[in-house]
């Protein structure tokens, strides 16, 4: 039997098999969705990116066992006419595409901003006009600061979780000045929201919002050099898996001392596919997707790292494994940070039963295995092919 028959709804109903166009299906998070929408499921998926590398297996051929399941529509959703054809073509819109790493926010705010607000338009546009189902990808860093932070760094309040937990329907959103053109990434994804949640009250749109919370995994990024620009400055977790693979040390930003909570790309994805497959518990609401479990300072994570790698790839340790670095030498003028990010994990509890399973040291372990092994011949070669040139 096809998977389609076995599967079911949390309300015990089948699921119809979907066609979902999905927009920037070539990146991180969408080559996870694509790889879980084929294996397990009997959608039919659109994939638009600029490009496939990340799903190259799955649509450069499709294999014989997909056929007719995925399709690759190379395009730029900026400028070109195809789009709104394919998003008619579909059930279900879940738009991924954004600039959507750090480095770029300060450096490249007009692409950054242009990217995750006015590119972003048409789609919801489309969608709308067509009563077709959107899943829109915003982000963790819509509520900026938290409030906590505005304290004394000792004060007692600032323990208290009214400071610091990340709710969908409470927490107010605090960004820095505009000279600071981090937010302007916040800026941008909160008024895309924002234009998202006005198209459902005023002209019925059936959306969904998902505010990721540092989703990390395999495929995640570049690693500079060697599959992607060598100035470039990736997320993260690429960044200390560079240095790692290079054995260099790790860049620690103003001191490492901003806390995160990091899921695993696997236990992200399940939450996505309950959204796709139970519309009525889904539309008109806004999702944390993350691990409360799991959170670290960016110097937690930068030793925990080191020695993970350490035991995966049998190399030693540097003796100075880390060094500091301020945001303006790392990252240049305009730079600023979300301090700590802990998602409330209430609502998409209650709406979709979902929960993240994986703890931070296991996902490390999956992560830094694959890492290991598909870089590190290749950041080897290039290394000597630099030293010799
Ligand atoms: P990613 O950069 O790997 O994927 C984005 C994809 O969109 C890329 O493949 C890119 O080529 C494509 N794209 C960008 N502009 C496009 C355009 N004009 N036309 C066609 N394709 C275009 O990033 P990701 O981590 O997979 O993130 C996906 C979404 O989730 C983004 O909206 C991002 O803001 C959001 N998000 C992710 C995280 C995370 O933890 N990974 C955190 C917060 C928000
Ligand atoms: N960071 C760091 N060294 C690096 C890369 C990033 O210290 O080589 C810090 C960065 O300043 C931020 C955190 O790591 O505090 C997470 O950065 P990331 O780019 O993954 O994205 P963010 O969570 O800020 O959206």
Redesign the pocket.
């Known amino acids: 039997s096809s998977p389609a028959a076995a599967r079911l709804d949390l309300d015990g109903n089948p699921v119809a098999p979907l066609t979902i166009c999905m927009?920037?299906a070539?990146?991180?998070?969408?080559s996870h969705l694509c790889e879980k929408l084929m294996a397990e499921t009997a959608h039919v998926v659109l994939a638009?990116?600029?490009?496939c590398d990340k799903i190259r297996h799955l649509v450069d051929p499709a294999p014989p066992h997909l056929a007719g399941r995925i399709s690759f529509h190379r395009?730029?959703?900026?400028n070109d006419s195809r789009l709104e054809g394919l998003i008619k073509m579909a059930d279900l819109t879940i738009n991924?595409?954004?600039?959507?790493?750090p480095a770029d926010y300060n450096t490249r705010p007009l692409d950054t901003i242009y990217?995750?607000f006015i590119?972003a338009l048409p789609v919801v546009k489309y969608c709308s006009e067509n009563n077709k189902r959107l899943i829109h990808?915003?982000?963790?860093?819509v509520y900026g600061k938290t409030i906590g932070s505005f304290l004394p760094k000792d004060h007692p309040l600032r323990k208290e979780p009214e400071f610091y937990v990340l709710k969908e329907d409470e927490s107010p959103c605090i960004f820095g000045p505009i000279m600071k053109q981090r937010w302007s990434y916040a800026c941008a994804?909160q008024l895309i929201e924002r234009l998202v949640f006005a198209e459902g009250a005023e002209n019925g749109l059936e959306f969904t919002i998902v505010r990721?919370?540092?989703?990390?995994g395999p495929r995640?990024?570049f690693i500079p050099g060697v599959d992607g620009p060598s100035e470039g400055v990736p997320r993260v977790l690429a960044c200390f898996s560079n240095n790692l693979l290079r054995r260099e040390p790790l860049k620690l930003v103003d001191g490492g001392q901003s806390q995160r909570t990091f899921v695993y790309i696997k236990d992200a994805i399940e939450a996505v596919v309950l959204m796709i497959e139970n519309p009525a518990r889904a539309n008109g609401h806004i999702f944390n997707v993350g691990n409360p479990n799991n959170e670290v300072t960016v110097r937690e994570l930068a030793q925990l790292m080191t020695e993970v790698y350490a035991n995966v790839s049998g190399e030693a340790p540097l003796d100075e494994p880390m060094i500091d670095m301020s945001s303006s030498q790392f990252y240049g003028e305009g730079y600023d940070d979300s301090d700590k990010r802990i998602p409330d994990m209430t609502i998409i509890n209650k709406q979709l039963g979902w929960n993240p399973k994986t703890p931070l040291k296991d996902l490390l372990e999956t992560t830094l295995t694959y890492q290991h092994k598909t870089y590190k011949e290749a950041v080897k070669r290039q290394m000597s092919q630099a030293s010799a040139s």
Do not use: Q, R
């Open positions: 927009i920037g070539g990146g991180f998070i969408g638009v990116d600029v490009y395009l730029n959703i900026k991924l595409a954004a600039i959507c790493t990217s995750n590119d990808f915003s982000t963790c860093e994804k990721p919370f540092n989703w990390i995640m990024d």
